[in-house]
């Protein structure tokens, strides 16, 4: 499959009077209303399909059926996922098919009376719209091997696309999942079957899904449910591995997989995995240290003893969000009025959370959750405050309208100036990402703001800025204007943004100084200090002008002939084993962990230090490990709840060197090659200097040395579900798991990359079979090949993002697109070139000189304009000057 979106899918087994007592006694009582609360707590739990089951012997199941789903559709938090109607019953399913809303699941049909009954109920699914669940049992019985699974559904899947017309998308296979450690020899291997036959159902049978009722596995241990859990989480690590696309299992039941204590693990995958013949005696002889509940640690809370005032400072300095509603309730019932909480205690506990950070106390991570405690506490008091606020006087200390620029989608940085500056009492208009500069205007306008701030990753983010700035000045508005990103610069803002407008307009490096730059803006030096600012920016553009083109610098021409030496002659140019496109969908996360590189991440959270050392720092120390526990669980239960997924697609193809330029060849297009142009070094080196003027071109065998070359590319993305995740906690009110979440995403991003590279150097390619890199020499790339990206600086011109992704035809292969500007969504994406060449390396272009660019746009097929406007941040002259191209 293609589909980026696929992620496993946890189908919740409590509403199943076969498989819960609980939930068959309350429907044989005729408690219907505690029943749909099962239902609820299984959503609740993280279910996002509902398995609903009547079948019992002293009901009327197609009354229970019909009902019960009645019922439940009326509730919009259980409504909204899914319903698999599951009974051996045509007349229960086709009750419930007549109840159900949107598109349902059937479980199940099979080929155990045979084609002829099978395809009429198939075709009776199909009327209903309904995809349908296929159970791996025919006429002689239900399949217990891997040989006899893949042979039931492969007959199956060729009569339901041939002859019912279903869509394999459609189809959802249970190979069967049985018992395993009953003590019968014979039963040792259905869990390996079970994983063997769903890996060649995927790689067989396009597009079909498979499925499992995972608790049969554990029968042996009914009774034991620390074991019987850590069994299910052990097989569903394997299965999902093997390609499982959902499982029927008590949502709220599964352990973390590491987790799970070590011995029990090990013991659960001899036994699921039938790795030794004593491991059901090992199993049954470690089950009973297990019996019984594993009870949790209990915290301090020795600081609920004091004044709930206090306990409300305490809960902010500390990050602690689990009383935030209780006792703010109690204090409103303390106070005159519920303002009077937020005024107190609240901002109380702000101040000294502030003044903490100020002071380089607390550090970005401890603000997040202090907002988080901050939030909650006010969600609980806002029904409170808009009954009396019409008779309150109480004012922000401003309001800020904060977006991140049309064509750009990246938002972590801004987000987390947002919490800070929402912790220090100012009202923040956040508008997200892509946003128009109309919509900015407008909002300032509507909201009369005292402040915009503008925010981007990309390049190309800059130009609009510049944009905004332009018609700010256009619209006569009388406001600052903050920039902010990793793109930006104060000497940008200095020489572009600036100028553009007549009033304040700041550079803010990070969150940290945020709160600062606001309060002197709109406090009653902010004349002084914007004066201030506009000097140091006077200064900065003199400088820079009379700076520019000072040092020494080669034409084109001088620097082309100081290209890299490369003794072609004898150079073997290593030939792919995989040549073409490789797909890769919902990429195993858990492998990617040891790829992740945690220094970026920490300065993502403006933690400063190299990690592991960072975790031992004498200042940050403390916070940084700290926010390290943290990520880490919230990376469990990412990959344990595939709150996301991954996915990626590799290409290598034939290429040759025209000059600066790389010609792709053997590409699905409608021409004999892609022209990939690349620029060049054209700093002078100096009389005896041996350094070369670097271009990627030089690391590609020219096409005239005949030499059977070739490269490669990549895109990859971890931002599946990061968007749909975040926004949850978003709006929960919990910024700093949201942020979290966004922050974990880039850096499963990352790792993917590096371990794609790694694949393609040892596999795909195989330039280097033998390669074993530890993490360490992975981060400082200490391997064979490069992988630089477009918009980067071996080559800093964006839009070859555009050829890159045709030729991947990326958006199809993993859901990974582009914005005008060239900014890849998802956010969590990374995309690049890859050159094998042992000499080839990584460089930044730099500044360059008119005559390449005029050269460049020829090459392009560009006007002299669109050059430079794509290659502003490289450009050594002022745009609009270039020579005519020769």
């Known amino acids: 499959m293609t589909d980026a979106s696929r992620s496993f899918v946890i189908v919740g087994e409590r509403t199943n009077v076969t498989g819960s007592a609980r939930f068959r006694k309350l429907i044989e009582a005729d408690d219907y209303d505690a029943a749909v609360q099962v239902a609820r707590q299984q959503v609740e739990s993280g279910a996002q399909i509902l398995d609903v089951n009547m079948d019992e012997g002293l009901l009327d199941s197609v009354e229970a059926m019909a009902r019960f789903l009645n019922l439940i559709a009326a509730e919009p938090d259980i409504c909204r996922v899914p319903v698999m109607i599951d009974s051996s019953k045509w007349e229960v399913i086709e009750a419930g ?493 858990a492998e990617l962990v040891r790829y992740i590189d945690w220094t970026p991440f920490f300065r993502t959270w403006e933690l400063a230090g190299a990690y592991p050392r960072i975790l031992d720092d004498s200042v940050v120390g403390e916070a940084a490990r700290a926010l390290f526990d943290d990520a880490k669980a919230t990376l469990d239960r990412m990959i344990q709840e595939k709150w996301t997924v991954a996915s990626g697609v590799v290409g290598l193809w034939p290429a040759a060197a025209d000059g600066d330029d790389v010609l792709i060849r053997g590409v699905p297009v409608n021409q004999a090659y892609v022209r990939l142009p690349m620029l060049r070094q054209q700093m002078s080196r100096g009389a005896g200097s041996a350094r070369p003027n670097f271009s990627l071109a030089d690391f590609v065998a020219p096409v005239e040395t005949g030499i059977a070359d070739w490269m490669g590319g990549f895109a990859v993305t971890a931002g599946g579900g990061i968007e749909v995740a975040s926004r949850e906690f978003e709006e929960a009110g919990d910024d700093y798991t949201a942020i979290m979440i966004k922050a974990l995403g880039d850096r499963l991003a990352e790792a993917f990359a590096e371990r794609m590279h790694e694949r393609v150097r040892q596999d795909l390619w195989g330039y280097a079979p033998d390669e074993a890199s530890s993490n360490t020499e992975l981060v400082a790339e200490a391997y064979r090949g490069i992988r630089p990206a477009p918009g980067y600086p071996a080559c800093p011109d964006h839009t070859e993002k555009g050829s890159l992704f045709r030729l991947l035809d990326a958006e199809a292969n993993v859901g990974v697109s582009l914005t005008e500007s060239f900014a890849m969504t998802p956010a969590s994406s990374v995309s690049g070139w890859y050159i094998a060449h042992p000499d080839a390396r990584y460089f930044g272009v730099g500044r360059i000189e008119q005559d390449q660019v005029a050269d460049y746009a020829v090459r392009k097929g560009w006007s002299l304009q669109d050059a430079e406007r794509w290659l502003a941040p490289n450009l050594n002259y002022a745009p609009g000057q270039a020579a005519e191209a020769a």
């Open 97 to 589: 098919l007549k109840c159900v809303q949107g598109k349902p699941i059937v479980n199940s049909i099979s080929l155990k009376e045979g084609e002829a009954p099978f395809l009429e109920q198939a075709h009776r699914v199909r009327r209903y719209g309904a995809a349908v669940v296929v159970m791996a049992f025919d006429e002689t019985g239900q399949a217990d091997t891997a040989d006899r699974k893949v042979e039931i559904c492969t007959r199956a899947y060729r009569l339901l696309v041939d002859h019912a017309g279903f869509l394999p998308d459609d189809i959802i296979f249970d190979p069967n999942v049985f018992a395993v450690a009953t003590g019968i020899e014979e039963h040792n291997d259905y869990a390996q079957a079970f994983f063997d036959a769903t890996r060649r159902i995927k790689a067989e049978l396009p597009h079909a899904r498979v499925s499992g009722g995972i608790s049969n596995v554990s029968f042996s241990f009914r009774g034991n449910e620390p074991v019987r859990q850590a069994m299910h989480a052990v097989f569903l690590y394997h299965a999902i591995q093997a390609g499982l696309d959902m499982a029927i299992v008590n949502a709220g039941a599964l352990p973390v997989y590491d987790d799970i204590p070590d011995e029990l693990r090990t013991a659960c995958e001899d036994v699921l995995l039938n790795r030794t013949p004593d491991a059901t005696d090992n199993m049954v002889a470690l089950a009973s240290a297990f019996q019984g509940e594993v009870r949790e640690k209990t915290a301090d809370l020795s600081w609920r003893e004091k004044p709930v005032t206090e306990r409300l400072v305490h809960a902010l300095v500390n990050g602690i969000s689990d009383f935030a509603a209780e006792d703010a309730e109690e204090a409103r019932l303390a106070a005159g009025r519920p303002l009077d909480v937020i005024e107190g205690p609240l901002m109380d506990g702000m101040k000294v959370v502030g003044d903490l950070f100020g002071a380089g106390k607390m550090f970005l991570p401890q603000v997040v959750k202090s907002a988080r405690v901050m939030k909650k506490a006010v969600a609980w008091l806002t029904p409170f405050i808009e009954e009396d606020m019409k008779h309150s006087d109480r004012k922000s200390a401003g309001k800020i309208v904060m977006a991140t620029v049309k064509g750009d989608v990246h938002d972590i940085g801004k987000n987390i100036v947002g919490v800070v500056l929402r912790c220090n009492g100012y009202d923040v208009i956040d508008l997200g990402v892509m946003a128009p500069l109309e919509q900015i205007l407008d909002t300032a306008k509507r909201e009369q703001a005292d402040i915009i701030g503008l925010s981007g990753l990309i390049t190309p983010s800059l130009d609009e800025m510049c944009r905004v700035a332009a018609r700010m000045e256009e619209d006569g508005l009388d406001l600052p204007l903050l920039i902010g990103g990793a793109t930006t610069s104060k000497m940008h803002t200095a020489l572009k943004i600036a100028p553009a407008y007549g009033r304040a307009v700041v550079h803010v490096s990070d969150a940290s100084r945020a709160v600062g730059v606001v309060g002197t803006l709109l406090g009653p030096d902010n004349a002084a200090y914007a004066d201030g600012i506009r000097t140091e920016y006077d200064v900065m553009r003199t400088r820079h002008a009379s700076g520019r083109g000072a040092a020494a610098r080669m034409s084109l021409a001088d620097a082309r002939a100081n290209r890299v030496p490369i003794d072609w002659e004898t150079y073997r140019a290593p030939q792919p084993n995989s040549p073409g496109l490789t797909v890769f969908e919902d990429y195993n996360l």
